[in-house]
C-alpha cells in the first residue's frame, strides 16, 4: 500500500460519506412507520439505512471492486481490505427528528484500521483521518483537548440499549464517573461522539455492548488526533468487545480505573 493508494481510499470514502449524507438528508421528516423495521428490542433499521448503505457499497465496489466489507445492514465479509460501515448512526435519532445522527466509513487493512471517515450532513461537518496523516475536520487539522484531569471534563457516554443486562453495572460507572466531572452528555450516535472527542468538543468517551461499525472510523481518528482508545480491561480489542474508553492522554487512566473498579475484568477484551 502506497500513499496514492491512500489518497484513492479516503476520496472514495469522502464520496460515499457525501452521497449518503444526501440520502439520508432526503429522507429526514419523510418516513413513516411503514419504513422502520425492529432488529431487536430498541434497536430499529429504516428504507435510509438500507438506502445508504447500497450507496455506500456501490460507491467503493465500483472503484475497488475486490475489496471486502463489513456492512452493519448487510454485508459480513473478511480480506485484506475491509471497510466496516454504518450508513446512519443514530437511526433512532433520525426516526425522532432529533438532530444527532452520522455516517461512518473506515478501511481496515490486514487488521489495521487505515482511513476514517465520519460525516455529519445536518452541520455538513466531514471529519476524516489517515494512518500516520493525522485527523482533520472540514480539511483542518484537529486535535483532541488538553484537559489536565476528570474535574473539569465533558465526558459523553451512550446507555447500553443493546444489552440492557449490563445496565445496573453500567451506571455504577456512570454515577462513579459522574460525580467527578464536570458534566456528561448522552446524544445517541458513537460514531459522531468519537469525531467530537478527537476535535476537542469533549474531553471522553465510554460505551458498552457497540457494533465495530459503530466505532472502527471514530477510533483512528482519535488516535490520530493524538488520543488513547481502549477497551474496558485497557487492551485493543473493542471492536470485537464493543467496549471502549477513548479520551485525551491525561483522562484516559482515571477513567479505565474507574471501568476496571466496576467490571474487574468480567467483561470479554
Not at 460519506?17 to 423495521?37: F, P, Q, T
Not at 430499529?44 to 466489507?69: C, N
Not at 483521518?129 to 472540514?138: I, P, V
Not at 493524538?226 to 492522554?249: K, M, Q, R
Request: glycine share 8%.
Amino acid at each position: 500500500m502506497n500513499n496514492s493508494n491512500s489518497s484513492e481510499f479516503l476520496g472514495t470514502a469522502f464520496r460515499a460519506a457525501m452521497l449518503a449524507g444526501d440520502v439520508i438528508m432526503n429522507h429526514l421528516g419523510r418516513i413513516s412507520e411503514r419504513d422502520i423495521d425492529i432488529k431487536q428490542a430498541s434497536d430499529f433499521v429504516t428504507t435510509v439505512d438500507r438506502k445508504s448503505e447500497e450507496i455506500i457499497l456501490k460507491t467503493i465496489r465500483d472503484k475497488f471492486p475486490d475489496h471486502h466489507f463489513l456492512a452493519e445492514e448487510s454485508a459480513r465479509e473478511t480480506g485484506i481490505y475491509r471497510w466496516i460501515i454504518d450508513p446512519l448512526d443514530g437511526t433512532t435519532n433520525f426516526i425522532h427528528q432529533y438532530p444527532v445522527f452520522s455516517v461512518s466509513i473506515a478501511l481496515e487493512y490486514d487488521g489495521d484500521m487505515i482511513i476514517g471517515v465520519v460525516y455529519d450532513p445536518l452541520r455538513d461537518e466531514l471529519f476524516t483521518a489517515e494512518k500516520g496523516n493525522g485527523s482533520y475536520l472540514n480539511g483542518k487539522e484537529c486535535h483532541v483537548s488538553s484537559c489536565p484531569d476528570l474535574k473539569g471534563s465533558l465526558i459523553a457516554t451512550g446507555f447500553p440499549f443493546r444489552k440492557k443486562e449490563m445496565i445496573d453495572d453500567y451506571l455504577k460507572l456512570f454515577k462513579n464517573i459522574f460525580h467527578q466531572v464536570s458534566d456528561i452528555r448522552r446524544a445517541g450516535s458513537a460514531a459522531l461522539d468519537l469525531a467530537h472527542v478527537a476535535c476537542g468538543r469533549c474531553d471522553g468517551f465510554f460505551e458498552l455492548g457497540l457494533g465495530p461499525w459503530d466505532i472502527a472510523a471514530g477510533s483512528l481518528i482519535i488516535r490520530e488526533a493524538g488520543g488513547i482508545v481502549t477497551d474496558f480491561n485497557g487492551g485493543n480489542d473493542y471492536l470485537e468487545s464493543g467496549n471502549i474508553i477513548c479520551s485525551a492522554p491525561a483522562l484516559h487512566n482515571m477513567l479505565l480505573r474507574e471501568a476496571k473498579s466496576i467490571f474487574d475484568g468480567s467483561l470479554n477484551a
